[in-house]
């Protein structure tokens, strides 16, 4: 079906609304609240349209695309409630992007770059809220948050830890861990959740601040979790060759096993990569104790080993424990090493344990 | 894995996870699925709350699960098989069976059903402590609520009679027609990411890739071709039978990625084991417990570094990309076997991608996977040909054994039961923090930060009459070890029970636990063993 | 939590489809039983027995205002400062009141026994000031009556102290028993010809009673003004789901004070309605979703309702016919959003009041996900006249399109304020007259409830007091709150008063409303304090047009109307104050 979105002819598929048929076919709507893993909210009014036929402003978000439909994205009502929302959000919050760790990631940034907003009509005096560092992952700050939604959503409705709600109300509202505590005390399970759907800074991970490097700054490559065995989609963030930071892999979410979710081990618990610990070279055991080899020297050591013990006491009493932890492919290798090569069936791993 | 394989003809979780999203009542027994599989533990938690199926959490520990479950059963630990029964009793006593599935798909069900009636609610209460009536209202919901998914875990299948376990919750999914449908099934959750994989890639003493056995003369022939090489017909030794077989039988191991100075039960064996060996190789990222003891240690590579597939535990084959270069003179595991394989005069494939097309040549199940396919979205095996989309569930219509088996079970206590001077249960697990043993997250400086030691689960009336509080440093004593550790006092374990999880080397819980093996599986029993508290000297308590 | 809060709690919780629902009366009784505040370990003991989160819980506590999370003195004294209070006096009653306990609005005494309070309209608009004792009500309260009022509670006692009420009855219908001894007995009820209508009903079709009221075109008596009949018409059919009735008697619109006529002088006309009506459209069960602070009229509703099961008319198998309907009274807890009815229904649900987003319309999705529909008490209370005497017969009243008799309340600078039943389409003047004229000058009126604009005393001449005409005067009928306005009023001063009072009930759900009236809230403290500028006004229009048409309930033009209408016209006015 088609709809007519702006003067142009748009494709959609039954069951998809405006919002996403419109940036399908890359027309800009704003949506604050709205996010693909929560979906409608009613909250922002960012994506509120004008539909010919309906009467006042339509949440683009919640509207089902209708083969036919004419919608506009930028009449003068619409263009005046997003200047409305991002006037109202800006005099609310304390937003300072010079110094936020979600800048050039930020989706009431884009906003407001996009409808060219120089200064905020209204400046509200207000004390600023400490930040909420109480937590292992997670930074949380107040001012930023612009009542989206997404994070309470996610938490009650997505993960299911129900830890995070809205309290209070009007312009006293905001977001809660349990009765109002900071999240470190709180039954938060820093799964990370609230950070991955966070539209702006108010929800960020420690780990990039930590180095001061910004989300943007790093490159994203599509990583297995190498802990249970779900099998979620990370992304893992780098920079120059050093791990950054985790979050769900996004794309195609609802085909994936984990569903754009993690766990506390697949949000935070990858930095062992870079861990000082890891092993840099062979080692052989020379007098007692293990010291540094060539790989020629570790290799040739082996072989030989290999070789004599089963020429000795044959294939079978040599042992090969293979790894859950290990691509298929290498579990291959080393099956058919131990088969092939050595000649023997006693190869096994830890699925037992 | 043995247990599936034997009554259905297939080792591997029947159904997709997101399919729980369509089960109407879903059976969590010996799985704290929250803690061990947190995003199967969301979705779970999304289908109760969202979708209302209802949920029945078997668990001798009061989980996190038990919280949303309409119906907790908390049976002594060990006691599964009489529980499973128990449940098939009540529904066949009521006739709630599906008895057109039971004729048409299964086979055996004179002998089974005979042994069922043993187990009479009053008889399971005796055996399991939970009660007739607990136990009928959940025979009521798994039965007549409509499809129903089990899920079960290391609970399970870590007893001396493991693979017992497994085909009792395979018997209950039968009669009521749960196998081969959709949103239903028996689905072990794996604990690693993969060991699925290593499974289906022949990491198993007894197959080859995709489960093709090594006593199969046609099978031993085409790999023995594909490879080159002569192969051997008899099925090796697993892991649990290797160990204690050192020094005597197994002259040198060779030990990719893996940690068993923590992992295995009765460390102190473990350790004796490896040291009578004539030479120990161990391939990992770590100086790991393990690789202490080795001749000699060689550097792979982390799964950040890495390309290649791995199978979840919904034989989903994902492909991981490498994200970091490696750093320093290690090496890609791959190569390194490969290096090893040379100097046989044997040419393995260098590449990822040159040993995976091997794999496709062939495993029938994954031979219409290819990397290209699963760029963005892995695909479920079986998946013939490049053209089949995956399977979501196993058994469609038939059974890969043709007929599902229904077998009847015979109860058996656990190995080692609490007695005068071992007075509690202790069981060992993971905690929601930490994996495994502790290689890679205690080495995440936030979850080391979050957990940094470990501990004992301690019910607060055992707790009060040994004077202990949450902090206390007590010590756990089995038959074969003690180990000191900090109390945690709390109602999640039962009275009677302790609870330690072991990912701690330094108060290494396999320290205590017993290497009694299930006869069939060779998987020891980490759930249970006869343990004490003691006095620390110099604690007060 | 002692053993038999959790038992009561059970029990409750049992009662509703879903037991979430219980959240808000175990809230109430748990605050009730533990010293007027519900602590952080009640808190958690209420949301495992509920089976909500405890963040859930404690979302839903600190969104209605009638929840403590501390303890306060014994006697806690809220005071309804809102438009028509201010009119009345209220100030003066506050003043007063720091004064005589030697604290500010918001402190306890130091032998804590008092804390004071302002709190929003109270619904007492014609018999304001009004104080609010824990959970009752002291009216028409002056300075000496408070001195008489904290001696005796300093004696422990609530005294009993007579209200002066003003009230009249044109039509007969709607406050047909007002006067008459003993009304809220079903015996006097039914002995003034109550409970006639339903045997008429009950013979009928069903859909011929939804008909017979379509025919009448009687609008719903809310605000909005939608005509009942075929709202009942779009109700989902078919479903395999349960239809249920809800009763809005959130009465919350400031200078509104008509459904409560009903439900204290007559809860058996209500009960008959809602019998009638949940006949009509199938349902089995009814819900009255009465606000928090009308605790005590729920009382008499319980009453009244206990009564008509004993006699049959609720229950199962009504009067032999096979019809079963049965009525739950939920407390809501101090919040003015829940008027709205998708809000109302979150808040039944044991939820935050936050609106949902339409479509869905309730008569599809509304309660538990089921078809609800939702009327006004008033619009209920009509519906036994219409079946009994026929559609015909309620068209006598009032005038084309705008039938039917119309619960007024007059409040502000009337002579004699209060509650006048009159058939919409009475003029406007006619009805000042009844309340006893203007005290003073007339200066400007608001007739359908703090949020429609306001009319000066030019513009109002002529109006006629229903839907249409007060659509062509620039305003609306909404509630038929009448707020009367003499030459002494500071229009600046009601103004901020007003937006104050949005301020304090936006949910903050959507961003218009929460930060905008906030914002507007500040630019017209700082006008009326004198620290503004011309374009501190211009700001107020420029954002009150800006919300208008943009947030997700109503509530945003609720408050941008208004205040935009009261700046626009009375412009000097706010001038005067920043120049």
Same mark, same amino acid.
């Given at each position: 079906?088609?709809?007519?979105?702006?003067?142009?002819?748009?494709?959609?598929?039954?069951?998809?609304?405006?919002?996403?048929?419109?940036?399908?076919?890359?027309?800009?709507?704003?949506?604050?609240?709205?996010?693909?893993?929560?979906?409608?909210?009613?909250?922002?009014?960012?994506?509120?349209?004008?539909?010919?036929?309906?009467?006042?402003?339509?949440?683009?978000?919640?509207?089902?695309?209708?083969?036919?439909?004419?919608?506009?994205?930028?009449?003068?009502?619409?263009?005046?409630?997003?200047?409305?929302?991002?006037?109202?959000?800006?005099?609310?919050?304390?937003?300072?992007?010079?110094?936020?760790?979600?800048?050039?990631?930020?989706?009431?940034?884009?906003?407001?770059?996009?409808?060219?907003?120089?200064?905020?009509?209204?400046?509200?005096?207000?004390?600023?809220?400490?930040?909420?560092?109480?937590?292992?992952?997670?930074?949380?700050?107040?001012?930023?948050?612009?009542?989206?939604?997404?994070?309470?959503?996610?938490?009650?409705?997505?993960?299911?830890?129900?830890?995070?709600?809205?309290?209070?109300?009007?312009?006293?509202?905001?977001?809660?861990?349990?009765?109002?505590?900071?999240?470190?005390?709180?039954?938060?399970v820093?799964?990370?959740?609230?950070?991955?759907?966070?539209?702006?800074?108010?929800?960020?991970?420690?780990?990039?601040?930590?180095?001061?490097?910004?989300?943007?700054?790093?490159?994203?490559?599509?990583?297995?979790?190498?802990y249970c065995g779900v099998?979620?989609?990370?992304?893992?963030?780098?920079?120059?060759?050093?791990?950054?930071?985790?979050?769900?892999?996004?794309?195609?979410?609802?085909?994936?096993?984990?569903?754009?979710?993690?766990c506390i081990k697949?949000?935070?618990?990858?930095?062992?990569?870079?861990?000082?610990?890891?092993?840099?070279?062979?080692?052989?055991?020379?007098?007692?104790?293990?010291?540094?080899?060539?790989?020629?020297?570790?290799?040739?050591?082996?072989?030989?080993?290999?070789?004599?013990?089963?020429?000795?006491?044959?294939?079978?009493?040599?042992?090969?424990?293979?790894?859950?932890?290990?691509?298929?492919?290498?579990?291959?290798?080393?099956?058919?090493?131990?088969?092939?090569?050595?000649?023997?069936?006693?190869?096994?791993?830890?699925?037992?344990? | 894995?043995?247990?599936?394989?034997?009554?259905?003809?297939?080792?591997?979780?029947?159904?997709?996870?997101?399919?729980?999203?369509?089960?109407?009542?879903i059976l969590v027994i010996g799985s704290n699925t929250t803690w061990n599989h947190p995003v199967f533990g969301s979705?779970i938690k999304?289908?109760?709350?969202?979708?209302?199926?209802?949920l029945?959490v078997c668990d001798p520990r009061r989980i996190d699960l038990v919280k949303i479950a309409?119906?907790w059963?908390q049976q002594?630990n060990?006691?599964d098989?009489?529980?499973?029964?128990?449940?098939?009793?009540?529904?066949?006593?009521?006739?709630?069976?599906?008895?057109?599935?039971?004729?048409?798909?299964?086979?055996?069900?004179?002998?089974?059903?005979?042994?069922?009636?043993?187990?009479?609610?009053?008889?399971?209460?005796?055996?399991?402590?939970?009660?007739?009536?607990?136990?009928?209202?959940?025979?009521?919901?798994?039965?007549?609520?409509?499809?129903?998914?089990?899920y079960y875990c290391m609970g399970i299948t870590q007893?001396?009679?493991?693979?017992?376990?497994?085909?009792?919750?395979?018997?209950?999914?039968?009669?009521?027609?749960?196998?081969?449908?959709? #949103?239903?099934?028996?689905?072990p959750l794996r604990g690693?990411?993969?060991?699925?994989?290593?499974?289906?890639?022949?990491?198993?003493?007894?197959?080859?890739?995709?489960?093709?056995?090594?006593?199969?003369?046609?099978?031993?022939?085409?790999?023995?071709?594909?490879?080159?090489?002569?192969?051997?017909?008899?099925? #090796?030794?697993?892991?649990?039978?290797?160990?204690?077989?050192?020094?005597?039988?197994?002259?040198?191991?060779?030990?990719?990625?893996?940690?068993?100075?923590?992992?295995?039960?009765?460390?102190?064996?473990?350790?004796?084991?490896?040291?009578?060996?004539?030479?120990?190789?161990?391939?990992?990222?770590?100086?790991?417990?393990?690789?202490?003891?080795?001749?000699?240690?060689?550097?792979?590579?982390?799964?950040?570094?890495?390309?290649?597939?791995?199978?979840?535990?919904?034989?989903?084959?994902?492909?991981?990309?490498?994200?970091?270069?490696?750093?320093?003179?290690?090496?890609?595991?791959?190569?390194?076997?490969?290096?090893?394989?040379?100097?046989?005069?044997?040419?393995?494939?260098?590449?990822?991608?040159?040993?995976?097309?091997?794999?496709?040549?062939?495993?029938?199940?994954?031979? #219409?996977?290819?990397?290209?396919?699963?760029?963005?979205?892995?695909?479920?095996?079986?998946?013939?040909?490049?053209?089949?989309?995956?399977?979501?569930?196993?058994?469609?219509?038939?059974?890969?054994?043709?007929?599902?088996?229904?077998?009847?079970?015979?109860?058996?206590?656990?190995?080692?039961?609490?007695?005068?001077?071992?007075?509690?249960?202790?069981s060992t697990g993971r905690i929601y923090e930490h994996f495994h043993?502790?290689?890679?997250?205690?080495?995440?400086?936030?979850?080391?930060?979050?957990?940094?030691?470990?501990?004992?689960e301690?019910?607060?009336?055992?707790?009060?009459?040994?004077?202990?509080?949450?902090?206390?440093?007590?010590?756990?004593?089995?038959?074969?070890?003690?180990?000191?550790?900090?109390?945690?006092?709390t109602?999640r374990v039962a009275? #009677?029970s302790?609870f330690v999880p072991f990912h701690?080397?330094?108060?290494?819980?396999?320290?205590?636990?017993?290497?009694?093996?299930?006869?069939?599986?060779?998987?020891?029993?980490f759930k249970?063993?006869?343990?004490?508290?003691?006095?620390?000297?110099?604690?007060?308590? | 939590?002692?053993?038999?809060?959790?038992?009561?709690?059970?029990?409750?919780?049992?009662?509703?489809?879903?037991?979430?629902?219980?959240?808000?009366?175990?809230?109430?009784?748990?605050?009730?039983?533990?010293?007027?505040?519900?602590?952080?370990?009640?808190?958690?003991?209420?949301?495992?027995?509920?089976?909500?989160?405890?963040?859930?819980?404690?979302?839903?506590?600190?969104?209605?205002?009638?929840?403590?999370?501390?303890?306060?003195?014994?006697?806690?004294?809220?005071?309804?400062?809102?438009?028509?209070?201010?009119?009345?006096?209220?100030?003066?009653?506050?003043?007063?009141?720091?004064?005589?306990?030697?604290?500010?609005?918001?402190?306890?005494?130091?032998?804590?026994?008092?804390?004071?309070?302002?709190?929003?309209?109270?619904?007492?608009?014609?018999?304001? !000031?009004?104080?609010?004792?824990?959970?009752?009500?002291?009216?028409?309260?002056?300075?000496?009556?408070?001195?008489?009022?904290?001696?005796?509670?300093?004696?422990?006692?609530?005294?009993?102290?007579?209200?002066?009420?003003?009230?009249?009855?044109?039509?007969?219908?709607?406050?047909?028993?007002?006067?008459?001894?003993?009304?809220?007995?079903?015996?006097?009820?039914?002995?003034?010809?109550?409970?006639?209508?339903?045997?008429?009903?009950?013979?009928?079709?069903?859909?011929?009673?939804?008909?017979?009221?379509?025919?009448?075109?009687?609008? $719903?008596?809310?605000?909005?003004?939608?005509?009942?009949?075929?709202?009942?018409?779009?109700?989902?059919?078919?479903?395999?789901?349960?239809?249920?009735?809800?009763?809005?008697?959130?009465?919350?619109?400031?200078?509104?004070?008509?459904?409560?006529?009903?439900?204290?002088?007559?809860?058996?006309?209500?009960?008959?309605?809602?019998?009638?009506?949940?006949?009509?459209?199938?349902?089995?069960?009814?819900?009255?979703?009465?606000?928090?602070?009308?605790?005590?009229?729920?009382?008499?509703?319980?009453?009244?309702?206990?009564?008509?099961?004993?006699?049959?008319?609720?229950?199962?198998?009504?009067?032999?016919?096979?019809?079963?309907?049965?009525?739950?009274?939920?407390? $809501?807890?101090?919040?003015?959003?829940?008027?709205?009815?998708?809000?109302?229904?979150?808040?039944?649900?044991?939820?935050?009041?936050? !609106?949902?987003?339409?479509?869905?319309?309730?008569?599809?999705?509304?309660?538990?996900?089921?078809?609800?529909?939702?009327?006004?008490?008033?619009?209920?209370?009509?519906?036994?006249?219409?079946?009994?005497?026929?559609?015909?017969?309620?068209?006598?009243?009032?005038?084309?399109?705008?039938?039917?008799?119309?619960?007024?309340?007059?409040?502000?600078?009337?002579?004699?304020?209060?509650?006048?039943?009159?058939?919409?389409?009475?003029?406007?003047?006619?009805?000042?007259?009844?309340?006893?004229?203007?005290?003073?000058?007339?200066?400007?009126?608001?007739?359908?409830?703090?949020?429609?604009?306001?009319?000066?005393?030019?513009?109002?001449?002529?109006?006629?007091?229903?839907?249409?005409?007060?659509?062509?005067?620039?305003?609306?009928?909404?509630?038929?709150?009448?707020?009367?306005?003499?030459?002494?009023?500071?229009?600046?001063?009601?103004?901020?008063?007003?937006?104050?009072?949005?301020?304090?009930?936006?949910?903050?759900?959507?961003?218009?409303?929460?930060?905008?009236?906030?914002?507007?809230?500040?630019?017209?403290?700082?006008?009326?304090?004198?620290?503004?500028?011309?374009?501190?006004?211009?700001?107020?229009?420029?954002?009150?047009?800006?919300?208008?048409?943009?947030?997700?309930? !109503?509530?945003?033009?609720?408050?941008?109307?208004?205040?935009?209408?009261?700046?626009?016209?009375?412009?000097?006015?706010?001038?005067?104050?920043?120049?």
């Open positions: 079906m088609r709809l007519t979105i702006d003067g142009r002819s748009v494709e959609a598929v039954p069951g998809q609304t405006v919002l996403d048929a419109a940036r399908a076919a890359g027309i800009y709507i704003p949506a604050l609240c709205y996010h693909p893993k929560t979906g409608k909210a009613g909250r922002c009014r960012a994506c509120v349209v004008e539909v010919e036929g309906m009467r006042g402003l339509k949440e683009s978000c919640a509207l089902e695309a209708k083969d036919g439909m004419v919608v506009h994205t930028a009449t003068p009502k619409v263009m005046e409630t997003r200047r409305l929302v991002v006037d109202l959000l800006l005099a609310e919050g304390h937003h300072n992007c010079i110094s936020c760790q979600a800048n050039s990631s930020c989706e009431l940034q884009d906003m407001v770059y996009h409808l060219g907003v120089e200064r905020p009509s209204f400046l509200i005096e207000s004390e600023p809220t400490p930040l909420d560092l109480s937590s292992p992952g997670i930074v949380r700050e107040a001012d930023k948050c612009i009542h989206c939604g997404r994070c309470v959503e996610a938490c009650q409705n997505g993960v299911v830890n129900e830890v995070l709600a809205f309290a209070y109300r009007g312009s006293h509202a905001k977001v809660v861990c349990d009765d109002d505590v900071p999240m470190g005390e709180s039954t938060c820093q799964c990370g959740e609230c950070v991955q759907v966070c539209p702006v800074g108010a929800l960020v991970l420690k780990q990039p601040r930590d180095v001061r490097i910004r989300p943007h700054e790093t490159t994203a490559t599509k990583v297995t979790c190498p099998g979620c989609q990370i992304d893992l963030h780098t920079k120059d060759n050093r791990y950054v930071f985790a979050m769900a892999h996004e794309g195609q979410w609802e085909k994936q096993p984990n569903k754009g979710m993690l697949g949000r935070f618990g990858l930095d062992f990569v870079d861990s000082p610990d890891r092993l840099r070279t062979p080692l052989i055991r020379r007098d007692g104790e293990l010291q540094e080899a060539t790989w020629d020297e570790a290799l040739d050591l082996v072989a030989e080993r290999l070789k004599a013990t089963k020429e000795q006491h044959g294939a079978d009493s040599i042992g090969f424990f293979t790894s859950a932890k290990v691509t298929n492919e290498e579990n291959y290798a080393l099956g058919r090493f131990a088969r092939a090569v050595i000649g023997t069936n006693n190869i096994d791993h830890c699925a037992r344990l | 894995m043995a247990g599936l394989a034997a009554t259905l003809g297939s080792g591997a979780m029947t159904n997709s996870m997101e399919e729980v999203l369509k089960a109407k009542v979705l999304q289908a109760v709350k969202h979708h209302g199926a209802k029945i309409d119906v059963l002594r060990g006691s098989v009489a529980l499973l029964s128990g449940l098939q009793h009540i529904i066949l006593r009521e006739g709630w069976e599906a008895k057109q599935y039971i004729q048409e798909r299964c086979e055996g069900y004179d002998e089974y059903r005979q042994a069922i009636e043993f187990y009479t609610p009053e008889k399971v209460e005796e055996l399991t402590g939970v009660k007739a009536a607990d136990l009928e209202a959940a025979a009521r919901l798994y039965a007549t609520s409509g499809v129903a998914a089990l007893h001396s009679h493991g693979v017992d376990n497994v085909k009792a919750c395979v018997n209950l999914a039968l009669i009521t027609g749960n196998l081969g449908v959709e #949103g239903g099934g028996v689905n690693q990411n993969n060991v699925q994989g290593a499974c289906d890639m022949g990491g198993l003493p007894n197959v080859f890739t995709g489960y093709q056995p090594v006593t199969n003369a046609a099978a031993v022939e085409k790999f023995s071709k594909y490879w080159n090489a002569p192969l051997s017909d008899k099925v #090796g030794l697993t892991l649990t039978q290797m160990i204690p077989a050192c020094g005597e039988a197994i002259r040198m191991l060779y030990i990719m990625g893996e940690n068993p100075m923590v992992s295995d039960p009765n460390l102190h064996h473990v350790e004796e084991s490896l040291r009578k060996l004539d030479f120990l190789v161990v391939q990992d990222i770590f100086l790991t417990e393990t690789a202490r003891l080795a001749d000699v240690v060689l550097p792979g590579v982390s799964f950040a570094e890495k390309l290649g597939t791995i199978s979840n535990t919904e034989r989903r084959v994902q492909l991981s990309n490498p994200a970091l270069t490696p750093r320093g003179n290690v090496r890609q595991d791959y190569e390194i076997i490969a290096d090893l394989a040379t100097r046989f005069g044997h040419t393995f494939p260098r590449t990822p991608a040159g040993l995976f097309q091997e794999i496709r040549d062939l495993t029938p199940s994954y031979a #219409g996977i290819t990397y290209d396919r699963i760029r963005d979205v892995g695909i479920q095996w079986p998946c013939p040909t490049t053209e089949h989309p995956g399977t979501r569930f196993l058994h469609a219509g038939k059974f890969a054994r043709g007929l599902a088996l229904l077998t009847p079970i015979a109860y058996k206590p656990p190995a080692e039961e609490p007695d005068g001077k071992y007075d509690l249960v202790l043993t502790g290689s890679m997250t205690r080495r995440s400086s936030i979850l080391d930060a979050v957990v940094r030691t470990g501990h004992v301690i019910h607060p009336e055992l707790a009060s009459k040994h004077g202990i509080s949450t902090g206390d440093q007590v010590a756990v004593a089995t038959r074969r070890g003690r180990i000191v550790t900090t109390a945690l006092v109602e009275r #009677g302790i701690f080397a330094e108060a290494a819980a396999n320290t205590l636990t017993n290497d009694a093996l299930d006869p069939v599986a060779k998987i020891p029993e249970v063993c006869a343990a004490r508290l003691e006095r620390v000297s110099g604690c007060g308590c | 939590m002692r053993e038999e809060l959790s038992t009561a709690i059970e029990s409750i919780a049992a009662r509703y489809p879903e037991r979430r629902s219980a959240l808000l009366p175990a809230l109430h009784l748990v605050q009730q039983h533990s010293g007027g505040f519900v602590g952080a370990e009640d808190l958690a003991a209420i949301a495992e027995v509920i089976g909500v989160p405890v963040s859930e819980a404690y979302g839903v506590q600190t969104y209605y205002t009638m929840f403590q999370r501390k303890k306060l003195g014994k006697y806690h004294l809220q005071v309804d400062t809102n438009i028509p209070a201010m009119l009345a006096g209220a100030e003066a009653i506050v003043n007063h009141l720091e004064r005589a306990l030697g604290i500010t609005v918001g402190e306890t005494t130091a032998d804590g026994l008092f804390t004071l309070s302002t709190v929003e309209c109270l619904a007492s608009c014609g018999t304001c !000031p009004v104080i609010q004792v824990n959970d009752r009500y002291y009216e028409s309260m002056t300075p000496e009556r408070t001195d008489a009022l904290l001696a005796s509670l300093r004696q422990g006692v609530m005294p009993d102290m007579p209200v002066v009420a003003h009230f009249h009855s044109e039509c007969g219908v709607l406050m047909a028993r007002r006067g008459m001894p003993n009304a809220t007995d079903i015996d006097v009820y039914v002995a003034s010809g109550g409970y006639r209508a339903i045997d008429r009903a009950l013979e009928m079709e069903p859909a011929k009673v939804v008909g017979e009221v379509k025919a009448s075109n009687l609008r $719903g008596r809310g605000g909005a003004g939608f005509p009942a009949g075929v709202k009942w018409g779009f109700l989902a059919r078919g479903t395999g789901k349960p239809t249920y009735l809800i009763c809005n008697a959130d009465e919350g619109e400031p200078g509104t004070f008509k459904d409560r006529q009903i439900m204290q002088f007559d809860p058996h006309l209500l009960i008959e309605g809602m019998i009638i009506s949940g006949y009509a459209v199938g349902a089995a069960l009814g819900f009255i979703y009465i606000r928090g602070e009308f605790a005590w009229i729920a009382e008499i509703l319980e009453r009244a309702i206990a009564q008509a099961r004993s006699r049959g008319l609720l229950g199962t198998n009504i009067k032999g016919t096979g019809f079963d309907f049965d009525i739950i009274v939920h407390l $809501g807890a101090g919040a003015y959003v829940c008027g709205e009815e998708t809000a109302l229904i979150e808040s039944l649900e044991g939820k935050r009041g936050n !609106p949902r987003l339409k479509p869905p319309f309730p008569a599809v999705v509304g309660v538990y996900g089921c078809p609800t529909v939702v009327n006004n008490v008033e619009t209920l209370a009509s519906v036994p006249f219409i079946i009994e005497h026929g559609a015909g017969q309620f068209m006598q009243f009032g005038t084309a399109n705008n039938f039917g008799p119309k619960i007024f309340g007059i409040s502000g600078h009337v002579k004699r304020p209060g509650a006048y039943e009159f058939p919409l389409g009475t003029p406007l003047a006619r009805l000042l007259e009844a309340a006893g004229g203007v005290d003073g000058e007339l200066k400007a009126i608001i007739v359908g409830g703090l949020s429609v604009p306001i009319l000066t005393a030019e513009e109002a001449k002529g109006l006629l007091m229903d839907y249409d005409s007060c659509l062509k005067y620039g305003t609306m009928l909404g509630s038929g709150g009448i707020m009367v306005m003499n030459e002494t009023t500071s229009i600046p001063k009601v103004a901020l008063r007003a937006i104050r009072f949005y301020a304090h009930e936006s949910c903050g759900q959507c961003t218009p409303c929460r930060q905008g009236s906030h914002t507007v809230a500040m630019l017209l403290e700082r006008i009326v304090a004198g620290r503004g500028s011309r374009v501190d006004i211009d700001r107020v229009l420029q954002l009150c047009a800006a919300i208008k048409g943009t947030t997700l309930c !109503p509530t945003g033009d609720a408050f941008a109307v208004p205040i935009e209408a009261m700046v626009t016209k009375f412009r000097a006015e706010f001038e005067a104050l920043v120049d």
